[in-house]
Nanobody
Framework: QVQLVESGGGVVQAGASLRLSCGVS????????MGWFRQAPGKEREFVVA????????YYGESVKGRFTISGDNAKNAVYLQMNSLKPEDTGVYYC???????????????WGQGTQVTVSS
């Protein structure tokens, strides 16, 4: 069983940066494809970014390309989401996800964290 715990959310102004963390316990995160999703009020959950088990491949949603970066730290067994040039439309609850079988996480993935709120003011 894998447990995911997100942290690092907050309230920032447009143009600022935040780094979200996803601590992984129970298993090594490199055993899973990892990713981040977000959900804004009144909207469906949206794919943000994913990283393959090997870390060799990353996949980005169109709205965050060039601004967000996913990375992993084997020593800390954690995955990070560096978010730069934040926009008000980036506001939402950000969820970390892990998938044991797929190439990258989807909405049907096995494991999810509880989410961390990111609010970007204009």
């Amino acid at each position: 069983q894998v447990q995911l715990v997100e942290s690092g959310g907050g309230v920032v102004q447009a143009g600022a940066s935040l780094r979200l963390s996803c601590g992984v316990s129970g298993r090594t995160f490199s055993d899973y494809a990892m990713g981040w999703f977000r959900q804004a009020p009144g909207k469906e959950r949206e794919f943000v970014v994913a990283i393959s088990r090997s870390g060799a491949r990353t996949y980005y949603g169109e709205s965050v390309k060039g601004r967000f970066t996913i990375s992993g730290d084997n020593a800390k067994n954690a995955v990070y989401l560096q978010m730069n040039s934040l926009k008000p439309e980036d506001t939402g609850v950000y969820y970390c996800a892990a998938d044991s079988t797929r190439r990258y996480p989807t909405g049907e993935s096995d494991y999810w964290g509880q989410g961390t709120q990111v609010t970007v003011s204009s």
